[in-house]
């Protein structure tokens, strides 16, 4: 689907130059000699490279089309996610790499948005919250103010986050898919 480089927004994903680009920002400039653009900045997902582009406004980019399906989450291995989808229970295999780091916060049957493109799976979107258990942190320090103070912990799925003086080994606290932050404790 063409659309004009103006309807362009953080996030979405465009064919260009023979490869699929996620946009991570985007600006539009109106300088006052010319005509107004979009700088864009992008990341592709096959080869894991940047990109910063100009387009004018009236030039069109072609928006890749993206399905999305929900799956449930079911084992791992040393290279690759599986997950199966619960109404025709197909599974797929997601390596790693298109994952990252939010691999680590998956647990079995848990129900993610699963988008693809030609049928070759692009992300995954975990939900917004996602419970855990506090493996070990620090002792709080007497004295320090709960309100600017943080301090290291490491969760039970391996994940270092910074928690509030009040948590403890042991707690169950919600995690924020989004950035890897602490939410409140369960």
Known sequence: MKINASEIRVGMLLEYKNDLWQVLKTQHVKP????????????????????????????????????????????????????????????IEIKRDVIGEKGKLLTENLEVNISFNNEIPISVDLPNQVT???????????????????????????????????IESGDKILIDTRNLAYVKKV
């Not at 030039?59 to 989450?73: I, L, M, P, R, S």
């Not at 996610?81 to 229970?89: A, L, Q, W």
């Open 32 to 91: 006052g000699k010319g005509g107004a653009f979009a700088q864009v900045e992008m990341k592709s997902l096959n080869k894991n490279t940047k990109l910063n582009e100009r387009f004018r406004s009236s030039e069109t980019v072609e928006k890749a089309a993206v399905e999305e399906e929900k799956f449930n989450f079911l084992y791992t291995d040393e290279n690759s996610y599986f997950f199966m989808n619960p109404k025709s229970f197909d599974q």
């Open 132 to 166: 855990c258990k506090i493996e070990t942190t620090d002792a709080a320090l007497k004295g320090q103010t709960a309100s600017s103070s943080y301090k290291p912990a490491t969760l039970d799925n391996g994940l270092n986050i910074q928690v509030p003086p009040f």
